[in-house]
T-cell receptor, first 115, second 113 residues
Framework: ETGVTQTPRHLVMGMTNKKSLKCEQH?????MYWYKQSAKKPLELMFV???????ENNSVPSRFSPECPNSSHLFLHLHTLQPEDSALYLC??????????????FGPGTRLLVL | DQQVKQNSPSLSVQEGRISILNCDYT??????FLWYKKYPAEGPTFLIS?????DKNEDGRFTVFLNKSAKHLSLHIVPSQPGDSAVYFC????????????FGEGTQLTVNP
């Protein structure tokens, strides 16, 4: 238990569906992250939020839309996804985006399958 | 361009022996390195880290070595235990990138009883 929870753990959706992934951290952190892990590939950073403000968008297609209503919650809204978007989506948090040398704490991930 | 590479997708060792996981990087701006461990159906968990001002950091059975001239780091696990079986990710960051981590592809370690 890392203090970062993600729901749902598994999601199957069609290309025309709209769904949302939820992440919640109970660590009092101020920075939150979305990562994508495709099979046999490294974790890819998607978005970074620091104090509820988006500080990074790593050239992510607009069919992925993040939302951070407060420092404890992070959402990833999905619409008109493609089969190649099937992957494990991981949320992480850290004390502060600008603090050097500190680690990120990961949630268990949402396994997404797009049909 | 993959800046952090773990060239061995898998490693199998006997219980009680040493496990050595390797990681190479290309970005000379990286100044902090981390190892994460990931079990199936769980997210990665932080294991050990090292700053570029050091060449070795030890925590119990886990030791990370950094060779800056070779842009290479390794994780040693001694003695290896079956519970260490997991995917191990190497990650790196630079001061200018804030908390942005660049990950390797991971190495699946299997420790056989």
């Amino acid at each position: 238990e890392t203090g970062v929870t993600q729901t749902p753990r598994h999601l199957v959706m069609g290309m025309t569906n709209k769904k949302s992934l939820k992440c919640e951290q109970h660590l009092g952190h101020n920075a939150m992250y979305w990562y994508k892990q495709s099979a046999k590939k490294p974790l890819e950073l998607m978005f970074v939020y620091n104090f509820k403000e988006q500080t990074e968008n790593n050239s992510v297609p607009s069919r992925f839309s993040p939302e951070c209503p407060n420092s404890s919650h992070l959402f990833l809204h999905l619409h008109t996804l493609q089969p190649e978007d099937s992957a494990l989506y991981l949320c992480a948090s850290s004390q502060d985006r600008f603090a050097g040398g500190e680690t990120q704490y990961f949630g268990p991930g949402t396994r997404l399958l797009v049909l | 361009d993959q800046q952090v590479k773990q060239n061995s997708p898998s490693l199998s060792v006997q219980e009680g022996r040493i496990s050595i996981l390797n990681c190479d990087y290309t970005n000379s701006m990286f100044d902090y390195f981390l190892w994460y461990k990931k079990y199936p159906a769980e997210g990665p968990t932080f294991l050990i880290s090292i700053s570029s001002i050091k060449d070795k950091n030890e925590d119990g059975r886990f030791t990370v070595f950094l060779n800056k001239s070779a842009k290479h780091l390794s994780l040693h696990i001694v003695p290896s235990q079956p519970g260490d079986s997991a995917v191990y990710f190497c990650a790196a960051k630079s001061e200018t990138s804030g908390s942005r981590l660049t990950f390797g592809e991971g190495t699946q370690l299997t420790v056989n009883p």
